[in-house]
Nanobody
Framework: QVRFVESGGGLVQPGGSLRLSCAAS????????IGWFRQAPGKEREGVSC???????YNVDSVKGRFTISRDNAKKTVYLEMNSLAPEDTGVYYC????????????????????????WGQGTQVTVSS
């Protein structure tokens, strides 16, 4: 069974940094494009950063130059390094992969989110506030 466990969130002041981790299990991580998504209260879920098995990345405009996604296939873990955090970065952050049999580029995974509904984890809360 595909499973994602996110960690590393917390309360941070504006301008601060956090590093999120996503531990994946139940499938061969290195065959999939993986992404980080976030959902703020009252807003739709948004693709933030996505990375292909080859290491190609896509970042939504609002996080370019501040967030960096990376992956360690041997550890079956995906990371999101977040710097210069701002209040608008507040939300629950999730990681996920595209649906089996529907390969996706980093851009398409982040934008169209072809992700099975039952594969989402609990997420990790990020709160940016002074």
């Amino acid at each position: 069974q595909v499973r994602f466990v996110e960690s590393g969130g917390g309360l941070v002041q504006p301008g601060g940094s956090l590093r999120l981790s996503c531990a994946a299990s139940g499938f061969a991580l290195d065959d999939y494009t993986i992404g980080w998504f976030r959902q703020a209260p009252g807003k739709e879920r948004e693709g933030v950063s996505c990375i292909s098995s080859a290491g190609d990345t896509y970042n939504v405009d609002s996080v370019k130059g501040r967030f960096t996604i990376s992956r360690d296939n041997a550890k079956k873990t995906v990371y999101l390094e977040m710097n210069s955090l701002a209040p608008e970065d507040t939300g629950v952050y999730y990681c996920a992969a595209h649906e089996r049999g529907r390969p996706a580029s980093p851009w398409s995974l982040c934008v169209y989110q072809p992700i099975p509904d039952n594969s989402w984890g609990q997420g990790t809360q990020v709160t940016v506030s002074s």
